[in-house]
């Protein structure tokens, strides 16, 4: 008997520790699924970030599985219509955005802003690079002053962004600071950083400016040369890429980029994605990813994220009328 009541007890705590063991790791997946919509072609930052995103959620076992969808078109501004229009299909769907959704709203590239959206966290932070052909007599910043000044209608600057969009401002900010014209600066726009890129190493344009992520990635892979960065000191991901600072050009600057929910995200919902991100921070999955990619960890939630972007509206809309793009 008294066995008996033993193995009962065993088996009572087996149960206990079983459940308590299936209850932590219920706990630590915080959503089942997430498809994540990207406004953008494939290559480009926001692409990069809502797969390098999908990617530490699902293998750190937050997150169940992560879908994409790349819906290019509009600067971004298709992808948010369908949002809106498509609110309560949805709900399980996180769109990637950045500065951009700032930029475009205040030119009116399209009619809404981030206002309309439910406001989930911004996650990151992402220097802005210049770069050139990897076989490109420029090598650094003074280089291309040089060539600008010798003739500014060949020494044409690309970017994945309309004009008056992220990638032309970066570069109308490191011309205006290296004392040149911004708004004498010919920019041609592609639809995402893959097609500027690809203009790039056609010759095309002399040079690009993108996010650091995709810099990165392509100096790695020996395509191009890093010649400017706008961080205020050298990232650990690349190095040997002097900083704008470095080179005399007095300016700073970090495109944020974070997620958005359809309008009328039910309360919980946004309560488990914003739970989700938070804990993506401590894994090494995450880690990971942000350090393959010299992003900086910038977490804002829900009413800090609307005030950070408010912030952010007021500075830019100032710089915009500055250079003269508003």
């Known amino acids: 008997m008294m066995k008996l009541t033993m193995g009962r007890r065993a088996l009572m705590a087996t149960a206990v520790a ?5 209850g932590q790791a219920m706990a630590e997946k915080a959503v089942d699924s997430i498809h994540f919509l990207i406004p953008g072609g494939a ?3 926001w692409d990069g970030t809502a797969r390098g995103t999908g990617e530490a959620l699902t293998k750190s ?3 169940g599985t992560a879908s994409y969808e790349n819906m290019s078109g509009g600067g971004g501004g298709k992808a948010i219509g369908y949002l809106i229009e498509n609110a309560e299909s949805n709900h399980g769907t996180l769109m990637v955005n950045s500065t951009p959704i700032v930029i475009r709203s205040l030119t009116g590239v399209f009619p809404h802003n981030f206002r309309d959206l439910t406001l ?3 996650t990151i932070g992402d220097y802005a690079a210049l770069v050139v052909h990897k076989d490109s007599a420029i090598n650094n910043m003074s280089d291309l002053m040089a060539a600008y000044d010798a003739d500014p209608a060949k020494t044409a600057i690309g970017g994945g962004s309309v004009p008056g969009g992220m990638d032309h401002l970066v570069a109308a900010m490191v011309m205006e600071a290296a004392g040149k014209d911004a708004l004498g600066v010919k920019y041609i726009p592609y639809d995402a950083g893959g097609k500027a890129m690809a203009a790039l190493l056609s010759g095309e344009i002399a040079a690009l400016s993108t996010g650091f992520s995709e810099a990165v ?4 892979a020996g395509e191009v040369k890093i ?4 961080s205020d000191e050298r990232v650990s991901a690349a190095p040997d890429a002097m900083t704008m600072k470095e080179q005399g050009i007095d300016t ?3 495109n944020w980029r974070g997620f958005f929910g359809a309008p009328g995200l039910p309360e919980d919902k946004l309560a488990q994605y914003q739970d989700a991100l938070a804990k993506m921070y401590d894994t090494p999955e995450w880690e990971a990813v942000r350090e393959r990619n010299g992003w900086v960890n910038i977490h804002n939630n829900g009413d800090d994220f609307k005030a950070f972007l408010e912030s952010q509206e007021k500075v830019i809309g100032d710089l915009m009328k500055k250079l003269g793009f508003l």
Request: glycine share 24%; net charge negative; aromatic share 12%.
């Open 18 to 22: 079983a459940f308590a063991f299936t």
């Open 43 to 45: 290559g480009g930052g």
């Open 61 to 63: 076992g937050i997150v």
């Open 120 to 122: 989930v966290a911004g």
């Open 217 to 220: 990635d392509l100096a790695n």
């Open 227 to 230: 010649i400017g960065v706008t």
């Open 252 to 254: 700073s600057f970090v």
